[in-house]
T-cell receptor
């Protein structure tokens, strides 16, 4: 059964700190890994990663995938209170049935 | 451009009843995916519809079904409700099938409570 594990489960840091969120996975016929940010209800898409070693960047957020070690990290630099949210990692499986398996998320709280 | 809309936003049902949830995608989007989110299991993928056809399905029992209409609006139906079906049900839309696009827009969700 496909599995996605995120760590830490929760994290509290001060504004301006840099954080690293982890996502490890076990999936048959891996296709891609996705990161989402969920603040109140609707998740918003952040990144989709398919190739190992290629960093994706959007402002203060960046993410990289290691397909050999089966994990990904999401980095947020110079954190702001608006970064407080649950960050979800999901892994997409093969071409036959492209279902998504989500981790339980990391709850990030930024203290002003 | 209007976002993804879901109706109703809140719903209370009793065990054994059935429920139908509706999702209207962003105009022009042809893919609609459904997700269930609970505190215990997190976010789980239910199924995806594209051009009125179910493309992918998660690991949910047959009580969970869906369909998509020619205008891309989608409905999800849950029959014989169980207490464990209490959850936030999210739908998301994209222009292309979800697996070939990196942009998917979520609706605000329908909070279903089963008593």
């Amino acid at each position: 059964e496909d599995k996605v594990v995120q760590s830490p489960l929760s994290l509290v840091v001060h504004e301006g700190d840099t954080v690293t969120l982890n996502c490890s996975y076990e999936v048959t016929n891996f296709r891609s890994l996705l990161w989402y940010k969920q603040e109140k209800k609707a998740p918003t898409f952040l990144f989709m990663l398919t190739s190992s070693g290629i960093e994706k960047k959007s402002g203060r957020l960046s993410s990289i995938l290691d397909k050999k070690e089966l994990f990904s990290i999401l980095n947020i630099t110079a954190t702001q209170t608006g970064d407080s949210a649950i960050y979800l990692c999901a892994v997409e499986a093969n071409f036959g049935n492209e279902k998504l398996t989500f981790g339980t998320g990391t709850r990030l709280t930024i203290i002003p | 451009k209007a976002g993804v809309t879901q109706t109703p936003r809140y719903l209370i049902k009793t065990r054994g009843q059935q429920v139908t949830l509706s999702c209207s995608p962003i105009s022009g989007h042809r893919s609609v995916s459904w997700y269930q989110q609970t505190p215990g299991q997190g976010l789980q993928f239910l199924f995806e519809y594209f051009s009125e056809t179910q493309r992918n399905k998660g690991n949910f029992p047959g009580r969970f079904s869906g369909r998509q209409f020619s205008n891309s609006r989608s409905e999800m139906n849950v029959s014989t409700l169980e207490l464990g079906d209490s959850a936030l049900y999210l739908c998301a839309s994209s222009y292309f099938v979800r697996s070939s696009t990196d942009t998917q827009y979520f609706g605000p969700g329908t909070r279903l409570t089963v008593l």
